[in-house]
C-alpha cells in the first residue's frame, strides 16, 4: 500500500518559500498565511515566510533567495516560490518589479535580475504571482528541469486586491478541492481561471482577470507542467 501510494509522489520533498513585504499596505497576510496552511496542513509541504524589508530589499531578498535554493535545492525536489503584493513593469525597458506600497518611489525590488536563481537551480520550480503585471523575463533554462509561473494576471493587467476575488483567494480554495489525488499545474490553472471568470462562489462577481500558466523557459518545445499530490498518508478532515 505504502510503495503503490509513493508511486503518486513525482518529488522527493516540496519546499515552499512565501514572499511578501514588512511594510505591505494590502493586508495580503491573511490569505497568505492560510495558502501556508493549505500547503502544510493538507499537503505536507514544508513552508517557510520571508517578509522583505523595506531597508535594502533588493540585496537582502537575493540574500534569503540564495539561503532557500543552496539549503533545498535537490534533484528530485519541487521549489515554490510565492509573492503577494504590488507589481509593476517598466515603461521601456519590460522588467517587472515588485513594490512595497502603491508610490513607486518607495522601496521596491527588480526581480528580474534576481530570477537567475530559480532558472539554475537543478530541480523543478513553481513561481506563484499574485501580484499585477506578472511578465518574468523567458531565458534559457538548466537542461531537464521544469520552471514554471502561476501569475494572477498578464503583463498589462492589474491584480484584484486581497478579499474574495484575489487569485490567492481563489488558488488556496482550489487547493483545498484537489487533495486526494495527483494534479497538474495545468488543470490547477484551468480551475483557478474559471472560479475567477465566473465568479463561483461569490455572489454579483464580475470579476474577469485572466490568470497565466506559462513555462519561463524560452524557444524550444514547451515543457510539461508540473504535477503536485499530498504527502499526508492520513484521512484530513477540514473543521468550518
Known amino acids: 500500500m505504502e510503495g503503490s501510494r509513493n508511486q503518486h509522489h513525482h518529488y522527493n520533498s516540496v519546499h515552499v518559500l512565501c514572499l511578501s513585504w514588512i511594510d505591505d499596505d ?117 537542461a531537464g528541469t521544469k520552471k514554471w509561473l502561476l501569475g494572477a494576471c498578464g503583463f498589462s493587467r492589474e491584480a484584484a486586491a486581497p478579499g474574495e476575488q484575489s487569485f490567492t483567494r481563489s488558488l488556496t480554495d482550489e487547493l483545498e478541492g484537489l487533495v486526494g489525488a495527483p494534479f497538474s499545474t495545468t488543470e490547477l490553472h484551468r480551475r483557478v481561471e474559471n472560479r475567477l471568470r465566473h465568479g463561483i462562489g461569490l455572489a454579483g462577481s464580475n470579476h474577469r482577470e485572466d490568470p497565466q500558466h506559462i513555462p519561463l523557459g524560452e524557444g524550444g518545445r514547451e515543457p510539461e507542467s508540473i504535477r503536485i499530490t499530498s504527502y499526508h498518508s492520513f484521512p484530513i478532515n477540514l473543521i468550518a
Not at 491573511?30 to 493549505?38: M, Y
Not at 537582502?60 to 534533484?75: G, K, N, V, Y
Not at 503584493?85 to 525597458?93: D, E, I, T, V, Y
Not at 522588467?95 to 525590488?109: F, I, K, L
Open 26 to 142: 494590502l493586508d495580503v497576510a491573511p490569505e497568505v498565511g492560510r495558502l501556508g496552511w493549505v500547503f502544510t496542513g493538507l499537503y505536507g509541504f514544508d513552508v517557510h515566510y520571508w517578509r522583505i524589508p523595506s531597508k535594502r530589499a533588493n540585496e537582502t531578498l537575493d540574500h534569503e533567495l540564495e539561503s532557500f535554493f543552496e539549503t533545498f535545492d535537490q534533484p528530485r525536489s519541487l521549489l515554490i516560490i510565492y509573492y503577494a503584493g504590488h507589481g509593476s513593469l517598466g515603461q521601456h525597458n519590460r522588467r517587472m518589479t515588485w513594490h512595497c506600497n502603491r508610490r513607486a518611489e518607495e522601496p521596491s525590488v527588480l526581480w528580474d535580475g534576481l530570477q537567475w536563481r530559480l532558472e539554475n537551480a537543478s530541480c523543478d520550480v513553481l513561481l506563484i504571482l499574485d501580484c499585477c503585471h506578472c511578465a518574468p523575463t523567458s531565458r534559457r533554462l538548466r
